[in-house]
């Protein structure tokens, strides 16, 4: 099976602009999860989606959101983009009835000038 | 939530000595715990996990020991090889008992294997 696919890879932006990100899950994984990869922090849970719904949110500010289609592929939006912004953002699928054993795609590295 | 801990934040062994990286968790509800190995530039890739059920976990030689009444668990690599070199994650899930909070992971245990 292809493994989780994220694009675009790199992405430089601007102070306050916004960006989108894109997600493809494993083929029949159902559940898409959003991380932020920083080094002071570490990784941080963002939000997951289960059939387009969100399930849950971590401890972020409304400025990040996202949304899931009905062919279990997930976007994630950053608006008014800050240069505390600037990280890898993983996203991780995994199958219904087995949330936790979750498989990361390459991430999309954000940087945020 | 739960709160995880990992250690060392460094860690250098020769080649072909063994290593071991510890987590403690907070959540005693908590009965999954992966372990993450992250090369630079790349995925976080699942290497082992172990669910609250089982004590100890091996594949090949990497292994994996679950202490419930401390609430910690280790992983475990003998032979090292310069391909082990990378940053090693654990994480638990966020909350117990639900599907949907995610993984709370620890910071991360950087494993160097000098030749």
């Known amino acids: 099976k292809a493994g989780v696919t994220q694009t675009p890879r790199y992405l430089i932006k601007t102070r306050g602009q916004q960006v989108t990100l894109s997600c493809s899950p494993i083929?029949?994984?159902?559940?898409v999860s959003w991380y932020q990869q920083t080094p002071g922090q570490g990784l941080q849970f963002l939000f997951e989606?289960?059939?387009?719904?969100?399930?849950n949110k971590g401890n972020f500010p409304g400025r990040f959101s996202g949304r899931q289609f009905s062919n279990s592929r997930s976007e994630m939006n950053v608006s008014t983009l800050e240069l505390g912004d600037s990280a890898l953002y993983l996203c991780?699928?995994?199958?219904?009835?087995?949330?936790?054993?979750?498989?990361f795609g390459p991430g999309t590295r954000l940087t945020v000038t | 939530g739960e709160n995880v801990e990992q250690h060392p934040s460094t860690l250098s062994v020769q080649e072909g000595d063994s290593a071991v990286i510890k987590c403690t968790y907070s959540d005693s509800a908590s009965n999954y715990f992966p372990w993450y190995k992250q090369e630079l530039g790349k995925r976080p890739q699942l290497i082992i996990d172990?669910?609250?059920?089982?004590g100890e976990k091996k594949d090949q030689r990497i292994a994996v020991t679950l202490n419930k009444t401390a609430k910690h668990f280790s992983l475990h690599i003998t032979e090292t090889q310069p391909e082990d070199s990378a940053v090693y994650f654990c994480?638990?899930?966020?909350?117990?008992?639900?599907?949907?909070?995610?993984?709370?992971f620890g910071k991360g245990t950087h494993l160097i294997i000098q030749p």
């Open positions: 991780a699928s995994s199958i219904a009835g087995a949330e936790y054993e979750q498989y």
């Open positions: 994480a638990a899930p966020s909350r117990a008992g639900g599907g949907a909070d995610g993984l709370t």
């Open positions: 989606y289960f059939s387009e719904t969100q399930r």
């Open positions: 172990i669910r609250s059920n089982v």
């Open positions: 083929s029949g994984h159902r559940s």
